[in-house]
């Protein structure tokens, strides 16, 4: 059973400054992560995705992974206040693609 | 451009009731998946499908019942509603492993 857990629990930064977050999973083998964003009221939206060790860049996100430390985590240059939202981490096992599994979620403010 | 509506988006219910949640997408997406999100918080799977007529348990099933008896919608029911429960049902699609899900804005559930 895939298991994913995200520190911190909250994340307060001023705006222009780094955001990081972090995301475990229990089995090196999970095929694809993915970062969503939620705000408010709304349904979460995907962000950016991972598949291979390594980092990915797009924009002011970077994601690096590292399958062996069975660890992931999202960097947000240049935060703005709009960025102020929960940031979720989701992993699909390789055992079974179509299954789905969240993290805890992560609650980042950024101050103006 | 396709679109996820879960209806109701409020429901309010008393303690006991059976209450039945729906979900429609004309993505023409494989996948559904309902998930259960408490104050804010990560996201738990309660039931998966990956296709017409199939239903996949995940870690939150119990208490819940799921029907998808066409492509496009997937229903979900709390057999009985628990006194003080207050959570988010997030409906989402994917038109297959691997791929990111999309979400609906969610029904938020209250009971009394």
């Known amino acids: 059973q895939e298991k994913v857990q995200q520190s911190p629990e909250s994340l307060i930064v001023p705006e222009g400054a780094m955001s990081s977050l972090n995301c475990t999973f229990s089995?090196?083998?999970?095929?694809s992560i993915w970062w969503y964003q939620q705000h408010p009221g709304k349904g979460p939206e995907a962000l950016i995705?991972?598949?291979?060790?390594g980092n990915k860049k797009e924009g002011r996100l970077t994601v690096y992974l590292n399958r062996a430390s069975l660890h992931v985590s999202l960097h947000i240059r240049d935060s703005q206040p709009s960025d102020s939202a929960v940031y979720l981490c989701?992993?699909?096992?390789?055992?079974?693609?179509?299954?789905?599994?969240f993290g805890t979620g992560t609650r980042l403010q950024v101050l103006p | 451009g396709g679109i996820i509506t879960q209806t109701p988006k409020f429901l309010i219910g008393q303690e006991g009731q059976k209450l039945t949640l729906k979900c429609q997408q004309n993505?023409?997406?494989?996948?559904m998946y309902w998930y259960r999100q408490d104050s804010g918080k990560g996201l738990r799977l309660i039931y998966y499908?990956?296709?017409?007529?199939?239903?996949q348990k995940g870690d939150l099933s119990e208490g819940y019942d799921a029907s998808r008896e066409k492509k496009s919608s997937f229903s979900l029911t709390v057999t009985s509603a628990q006194k003080n429960e207050m959570a988010v049902f997030l409906c989402?699609?994917?038109?297959?492993?691997?791929?990111?899900?999309?979400f609906g804005e969610g029904t938020r559930l209250s009971v009394l």
């Open positions: 989402a699609s994917s038109i297959f492993g691997n791929q990111a899900p999309l």
């Open positions: 089995n090196s083998a999970s095929q």
């Open positions: 995705s991972i598949f291979s060790n």
């Open positions: 989701a992993v699909s096992p390789s055992s079974n693609t179509n299954k789905v599994v």
């Open positions: 993505f023409n997406h494989d996948t």
């Open positions: 499908s990956i296709t017409e007529n199939d239903l």
